[in-house]
């Protein structure tokens, strides 16, 4: 059993800035992948910026230059620093890792929710 426990969200003006973070525990194993996927009202969900075992960053187009993913690997924690929000980065927001080593597991956090508004 793997625990996905993020913090972080809330209430920002347009412009401001926000940090998710997503702390593992548990039965983790190997980490394969990080990320940060989105949804927002009467949308489906949507990767925001993801990170590999490695160190490779992807992110959406529509939070290039404003969002960036990191970890802590020795707190199996992800983060992710959301700059210049705009109100349509309204969403709630989940955590998402990938791991295992002889079974691969899909493992979600609870959603925190986002809201970018004046």
């Known amino acids: 059993q793997v625990q996905l426990v993020e913090s972080g969200g809330g209430l920002v003006q347009p412009g401001g800035s926000l940090r998710l973070s997503c702390a593992a525990s548990?039965?983790?194993?190997?980490?394969?992948?990080m990320a940060w996927y989105r949804q927002a009202p009467g949308k489906e969900r949507e990767l925001a910026a993801d990170?590999?075992?490695?160190?490779?960053?992807n992110y959406a187009d529509s939070v290039k230059g404003r969002f960036t993913i990191s970890r802590d690997n020795a707190k199996n924690t992800v983060y992710l620093q959301m700059n210049s929000l705009k109100p349509e980065d309204t969403a709630v927001y989940y955590c998402y890792f990938k791991v295992g080593i002889t079974r691969i597991y899909d493992c979600w956090g609870q959603g925190t929710q986002v809201t970018v508004s004046s």
């Open positions: 548990g039965s983790i194993g190997y980490i394969w992948t």
């Open positions: 990170m590999t075992t490695g160190g490779i960053t």
